[in-house]
């Protein structure tokens, strides 16, 4: 009988639990691995492209996953009134806020709406 490693939890994380957890929308906090970070961001991040419409979405280096990660699950939770401002749009996430001639727009990673 093969026994379990590490791999293999994060294999089972990377390809059921963490698209659940995306799908259903729970906050939670890894602690097993960079690997699985990076994995749930992906999963996010291509989730907030086709929801918010953009052209292209990516983040500085000094991003965290985990912060890029907390960023799009909040553009996700307004995307109904995001949608129509970042449509077609490069979304850079950052420390920031900027607006490019060329329409590129900047956010800080830690945003927050003020309503």
């Given at each position: 009988m093969k026994s379990r490693t590490t791999g293999d939890f994060d294999h089972f994380l990377a390809l059921h639990l963490l698209p659940v957890m995306a799908e259903l929308r729970v906050s939670f906090t890894l602690t097993v691995l960079p690997f699985s970070h990076t994995f749930y961001m992906d999963q996010v991040l291509e989730e907030c492209h086709d929801a918010l419409n953009v052209s292209g979405i990516s983040h500085d280096a000094a991003i965290t996953p985990q912060q890029m990660t907390?960023?799009?699950?909040?553009?996700?939770?307004?995307?109904?009134?995001?949608?129509?401002?970042?449509?077609?749009?490069?979304?850079?996430?950052?420390?920031?806020?900027?607006?490019?001639?060329?329409?590129?727009?900047?956010i800080p990673w830690n945003?927050?709406?003020e309503q």
């Open positions: 907390e960023c799009c699950q909040r553009l996700l939770d307004y995307k109904h009134v995001i949608n129509p401002l970042f449509h077609e749009t490069k979304l850079i996430v950052s420390t920031f806020y900027t607006v490019m001639k060329d329409g590129e727009i900047t945003w927050e709406n």
